[in-house]
């Protein structure tokens, strides 16, 4: 036998003398000199504790295959049809395989009785400036900006940064087409910044390496994909950090650390190389992860990618740039564990640094980030406890995409920062610059517009925290101190602004606009609502600020309030699922454009509720809106309760998502209810995707919509 050293534990059995390997790498070189025949391979066994991962290519490249110790492997079972693998090159690593849960519930508890503890008593000194900041600013910028989202001339579906694995461009193509025409001459990290600021955003996170594995900075962790292989022989990254310093931003960075479509052995490629966590699902069955169908494949992805690029380039950022925040993503590409250790080096190497939910996340283990994502684009937020961070973008791609031309306007962000700093998060909205360095001329007029409102209105939403008064049928409210700020999306065309659920008597309101501060008119109307006469609509503002109006109000001491929704006797209140009072085990939609529901109803057991409150008795035109996709199977029957009084109602399957409407009629009394949604028998896989209850007062859904006169409402809703 002709062997490497003296105890193989990978032997290569073939016609000709077999071939013992010890750990370590072998090139197709070294394998020819140790007498390999690929030709008259018999079969291949590992011994226990070890693994042999066979490449097609050398250089550890291509197709390749995991032989789990213990195993014999014939050449059959190399084979990705139509051709058989060759015996390019061999890895042959020590690799102890532990059972799935139990690998995650290690690391878990090395991490809370190790690291964590130290790691999670500096959160809250090196969040303050987070939570201060509220709005930041993405910035998906990379090689694959260059072409807008187009290949060989015609777009391509989807996020533009994500072309190569949408059109599956090898990385000799790639390198020709992007890498090697990359040349961003009108890249001005200072006009980006003056331009950010100007937009009122405190912070920027630039992508510094995205999922097709370049790194947009010379990279001596990773030297052999990184920008000095472009004609671009400057540091973006750099440039950008020295411009934030001067102008007083929060910096960080984006880091693809769990799918990588350039190196051969991380999460992803499966065009070019057999790996796990792509498309193709090769490793993975139906709601089935790759790290748990086939644990013998994670050694080689923890050794060769994340101890060999992810972690070492994570630190490389961190020593380099000094960053203030660090922004992952896709961590269900690696397992917890791994997670775990890449945060693990980042704590061991900064402590100081933010480090955003898409990380360390698993079920039940949120609380290893310092706070907590949204899905990408949402525009309306489900619940979400502690800190938080929404991601929207200015039109539907982060990357720069030339034939996308669904930009938002203005006013959509403008009120989604005050939805989200009411819950207590963040805004940090994405820009794509373009491939030659510039802004999108078509992202300019949103940022202007959003830096003009937040010029006058900013104190409203910087520093502030989550409400504590409930939802208001006009808008949103923030809270800093003693003052709080009611933003007012649908101006009250006759001046009078009920605020409801405010017990603390109210010292002074102003409009924002106001520089004057001229004091508007306030009465308290009951025990815990007021009336705040404002300007009417023939005092309205200006366009950009008519959007989102604030009234500034100041109480006495903390405030103090009352919980319940106030329906109102003469205009449609809407009651979103979003804002109900949910059963265990009910979920929620990603909050994207039309999928702001409750899901996931699979139990006659668990309801939906609001608290509410009304100060006469009114009978409603009830709109209970809902879908019930073809995939969902959604069927059954429910029953709607409130006030002593029951209503019941049917879905039935659709052939379509389309939103579908159920009208009832309910009589509700002065004072307090809970109004209940309640399944009765539910035939489907769950009842249904509910988006929202609109109680119409039948008087205005008559076409009587007079304002009501003003009432005595003294003492009602106490």
């Known amino acids: 036998m002709t062997m490497h050293q003296e105890t193989p534990v990978v032997i290569i059995r073939q016609s000709e003398a077999p071939i013992g390997l010890q750990t370590g790498e072998y090139l197709s070189a070294r394998l020819s000199e140790l007498g390999l025949n690929e030709c008259a391979v018999s079969a291949v066994q590992v011994a226990p504790g070890y693994q042999a991962i066979v490449y097609a290519g050398d250089g550890f490249r291509g197709d390749s295959k995991v032989i789990a110790g213990g195993n014999s492997v014939e050449p059959p079972c190399l084979k990705r049809p139509p051709a058989s693998l060759p015996f390019g090159s061999i890895r042959v690593i020590a690799a102890l395989i532990p059972e799935p849960e139990a690998r995650d519930r290690g690391a878990v508890r090395q991490a809370v009785e190790g690291w964590w503890p130290e790691s999670l008593a500096a959160k809250e000194s090196r969040i303050a400036w987070w939570r201060e900041a509220r709005f930041g600013c993405f910035i998906h910028w990379g090689v694959y900006s260059l072409t807008g989202g187009r290949w060989k ?58 999922h097709d594995g370049f790194a947009i900075y010379p990279s001596d962790a990773y030297p052999s994909f990184d920008i000095r292989l472009t004609p671009f022989q400057r540091d973006p990254l750099m440039e950008l950090k020295d411009a934030c310093r001067r102008h007083g931003l929060a910096y960080g960075f984006y880091y693809s650390h769990a799918f990588d479509w350039e190196h051969p052995d991380a999460p992803g490629n499966d065009w070019e190389y057999t790996n796990p966590g792509g498309d193709l699902k090769l490793y993975e069955g139906p709601g089935k992860l790759w790290f748990s169908e086939h644990p013998e494949l994670l050694p080689r992805v923890a050794d060769y990618y994340v101890s060999g690029k992810a972690i070492p380039q994570i630190i490389e950022l961190i020593r380099r740039y000094e960053p203030d925040i660090l922004w992952f993503d896709t961590p269900h590409k690696l397992p917890l564990s791994e997670n775990l250790r890449i945060l693990q080096a980042i704590r061991e190497a900064d402590s100081r640094v933010v480090v955003n939910g898409r990380l360390a996340r698993g079920p039940g283990f949120d609380s290893f980030a310092d706070y907590v994502n949204t899905a990408d684009r949402a525009l309306d937020i489900f619940p979400c406890e502690g800190d938080w961070e929404t991601i929207p973008t200015t039109n539907e791609s982060y990357g720069y995409s030339a034939d996308d031309h669904s930009h938002k306007p203005a006013g959509v962000f403008i009120q989604l920062l005050a939805k989200s700093a009411a819950r207590g998060g963040n805004v940090l909205m994405n820009l794509g610059p373009m491939g030659n360095g510039k802004i999108d001329d078509r992202d300019l007029p949103i940022l202007e517009r959003i830096g003009g409102w937040l010029a006058v209105n900013g104190e409203s939403i910087y520093g502030t925290v989550r409400t504590p008064l409930p939802v208001q049928s006009w808008g949103e409210s923030t809270r800093k101190g003693n003052r709080l700020y009611l933003h007012v999306f649908d101006w009250p065309e006759d001046g009078q602004l009920v605020l409801a659920g405010l017990k603390s008597h109210i010292r002074q309101a102003w409009l924002l606009e106001d520089a004057g501060r001229e004091p508007l008119e306030t009465r308290r109307l009951n025990g815990c609502d007021w009336l705040i006469r404002v300007p009417g609509r023939s005092r309205h503002a200006s366009p950009n600020l008519s959007v989102n109006r604030v009234v500034a109000v100041e109480v006495d001491g903390e405030p103090a309030v009352h919980a319940g929704r106030l329906l109102s006797g003469a205009q449609p209140t809407v009651l979103k699922a979003f804002d109900a009072e949910v059963s265990q085990g009910i979920g929620y939609g990603d909050g994207k454009r039309g999928n702001d529901y409750i899901r996931d109803w699979t139990s006659v057991n668990q309801f939906v509720k609001w608290r509410v409150r009304l100060h006469q008795d009114v009978t409603f035109k009830l709109a209970l809106a809902y879908s019930a996709p073809p995939g969902a199977a959604c069927q059954g029957s429910y029953a709607i309760a409130a006030g002593g009084r029951r209503i019941e109602g049917h879905i039935a399957p659709s052939a379509t998502a389309d939103r579908l409407v159920a009208e009832h009629e309910v009589s509700l009394s002065a004072g307090e209810h809970d109004l209940m949604l309640l399944p009765l028998r539910i035939d489907g896989d769950e009842l249904m995707r509910l988006y929202s209850v609109t109680l119409v007062p039948l008087a205005a859904y008559a076409g009587q919509g007079e304002r009501a006169e003003e009432i005595d409402m003294t003492d009602v809703g106490d």
């Open 153 to 210: 001339g015609e777009p391509s579906k989807g996020y533009a940064e994500h072309l190569m694995r949408a059109k599956q461009i090898g990385l000799d193509e790639y390198k020709r087409e992007f890498i090697d025409k990359f040349n961003p001459e009108q890249l001005d990290a200072e006009a980006w910044v003056q331009q950010i600021k100007s937009a009122g955003m405190k912070y920027v996170v630039i992508t510094a390496k995205h």
